[in-house]
């Protein structure tokens, strides 16, 4: 007695599923998760960058740093001034003209901590505002450094002050 393969089933004879048209647009792939943040930093930096204060001040730091024996790098598009240390790098933020108040430099430090947070590698920076001239108020660099973990420095005649004597460039131990 012989016995047949049953033929193929209704599923197999009509084939595959046709392709059903989508029903919502195509929406793009993901981007980079600080993508947004980092064309806000850049624009920001590239009007900071418009002021021959700032330019000055940023320009004078590197001379500074360079003077105590260090390796500086200003060829970031957001980091005005960046600095590796034997403990890490340390990001300087420089303010441009005017930029002296505690407003200016909360602002300063946010932006400072936004530039931090894209940056890649260990979390091992040291974050520094740099101001063209002292704080408006005194106590607002204590203020910015307690809240924010941000150092503040400024030009003076004679060099730079900060919170912090004999390492006011932060570019060794603190």
Same mark, same amino acid.
């Given at each position: 007695?012989?016995?047949?393969?049953?033929?193929?089933?209704?599923?197999?004879?009509?084939?595959?599923?046709?392709?059903?048209?989508?029903?919502?647009?195509?929406?793009?792939?993901?981007?980079?998760?600080?993508?947004?943040?980092?064309?806000?930093?850049?624009?920001?930096?590239? &009007?900071?960058?418009?002021?021959?204060?700032?330019?000055?001040?940023?320009?004078?730091?590197?001379?500074?740093?360079?003077?105590?024996?260090?390796?500086?790098?200003?060829?970031?598009?957001?980091?005005? &001034?960046?600095?590796?240390?034997?403990?890490?790098? &340390?990001?300087?933020?420089?303010?441009?003209?005017?930029?002296?108040?505690?407003?200016?430099?909360?602002?300063?430090?946010?932006?400072?901590?936004?530039?931090?947070?894209?940056?890649?590698?260990?979390?091992?920076?040291?974050?520094?505002?740099?101001?063209?001239?002292?704080?408006?108020?005194?106590?607002?660099?204590?203020?910015?450094?307690?809240?924010?973990?941000?150092? &503040?420095?400024?030009?003076?005649?004679?060099?730079?002050?900060?919170?912090?004597?004999?390492?006011?460039?932060?570019?060794?131990?603190?």
């Amino acid at each position: 007695m012989t016995t047949t393969a049953p033929g193929p089933t209704a599923a197999e004879q009509a084939g595959p599923p046709e392709p059903s048209a989508p029903t919502e647009p195509a929406t793009p792939g993901p981007t980079a998760p600080h993508e947004g943040l980092l064309r806000i930093l850049e624009a920001s930096a590239a &009007v900071d960058r418009t002021c021959k204060t700032h330019e000055a001040v940023r320009f004078e730091l590197m001379a500074a740093l360079l003077r105590a024996d260090r390796q500086p790098t200003a060829d970031s598009r957001i980091v005005d &001034v960046r600095c590796p240390t034997e403990e890490g790098h &340390v990001l300087y933020e420089v303010l441009g003209a005017g930029l002296t108040s505690y407003a200016d430099l909360r602002s300063g430090a946010v932006r400072l901590q936004e530039i931090s947070h894209t940056q890649p590698g260990p979390d091992d920076r040291r974050l520094c505002l740099v101001l063209a001239g002292p704080p408006a108020e005194e106590w607002s660099v204590t203020t910015v450094h307690d809240l924010f973990g941000v150092h &503040v420095l400024w030009r003076t005649e004679h060099g730079w002050a900060g919170r912090e004597d004999g390492t006011a460039l932060l570019a060794g131990p603190a």
